[in-house]
């Protein structure tokens, strides 16, 4: 996405390798979480990921300021990992800031999610195992 933006928009983001990085990284966080979800809950797993995307839209600041969201949304803000991403962005594309923090954040956020699914995955197998052996 950031690629066409570049090419086909005219985007000239103050800091493009580190743009680049921040999406990767938010993909790869968004990715792992989504299939936590969907190890642990199935379809339902699918619901509450996309129920929580709507949420991270309107709840992290990336279409409009917080300050002019209902008090729900404020609330929400700071634990939503869109959040962070919006604010990597934000720095690496107009600001020249350092999204260090932000990124720190999203990886945390994946890392969790992935260490949450291989000890999902690890019970599933365990349990299969076990069956299998009974039988």
Not at 18 to 34: D, E, G, Q
Not at 54 to 81: C, D, K, M, R, W
Not at 94 to 122: Q, R
């Amino acid at each position: 996405m950031i690629g066409g933006l570049i090419i086909f928009d005219g985007l000239k983001p103050n800091q493009i390798g580190m743009t680049f990085l921040v999406a990767i990284i938010s993909a790869l966080a968004y990715m792992l979480f989504v299939l936590m979800m969907n190890l642990f809950f199935g379809h339902v797993g699918s619901a509450v990921a996309l129920v929580l995307l709507v949420l991270q839209l309107s709840g992290s600041a990336g279409t409009y300021p917080i300050q002019l969201s209902n008090a729900f949304f404020e609330a929400i803000h700071p634990y939503l990992p869109m959040t962070y991403t919006v604010e990597a962005l934000r720095k690496t594309i107009s600001l020249n800031g350092n999204p260090a923090f932000d990124l720190i954040l999203l990886l945390i956020f994946g890392l969790v999610s992935l260490a949450l699914m291989l000890i999902g995955m690890t019970i599933r197998r365990n349990r299969l195992v076990e069956t299998s052996l009974v039988n």
